[in-house]
């Protein structure tokens, strides 16, 4: 399954929040230890943003490696669309923010993902500062019941 977050890090629509860590001159500080956002992204079928929304991307993240390149991640997809309507995939682990693909543990789910295990690559396939607006590819694979 492939879907796309649609990540707005700034203007009167953004998505996700930083909630406590150093900011360089009101800009997210993604890279800098202890910085901890919250989110709540739109995931598309597709990549234009126009596309149909079929779920949200809602959890928190928060830069846990010294050094500023390892994020930790728990992000529940909830899926809105009529197939999987409710149901929701639960995404945990380490995510090298800063690699061109980042593999992150699927460590549950409910309704029609039940007891589901697999894994998620995300991906920047999108990135447009001026506008603080970001595309992640994000294909999931996994085994549910």
Request: aromatic content about 12%; overall charge negative; some cysteine.
């Amino acid at each position: 399954m492939t879907l796309y977050f649609q990540d707005w890090s700034g203007g009167p629509n953004a998505t996700v929040l930083q909630i406590t860590g150093h900011q360089d001159h009101g800009l997210l500080s993604f890279a800098k230890f202890g910085s901890v956002f919250v989110t709540d992204d739109p995931i598309t079928q597709a990549f234009d943003k126009n596309s149909a929304e079929i779920a949200r991307a809602q959890g928190i993240y928060v830069t846990s490696a010294l050094d500023g390149k390892i994020s930790h991640v728990l992000i529940s997809i909830i899926f809105t669309n009529n197939e999987y309507k409710g149901s929701t995939l639960e995404i945990q682990g380490a995510s090298p923010q800063f690699e061109r693909v980042r593999e992150v543990a699927i460590v549950g789910g409910t309704g029609k993902f039940r007891l589901a295990r697999g894994y998620a690559t995300f991906e920047t396939i999108h990135f447009d500062l001026a506008i603080h607006y970001v595309v992640i590819q994000c294909n999931v694979t996994i085994l549910h019941y």
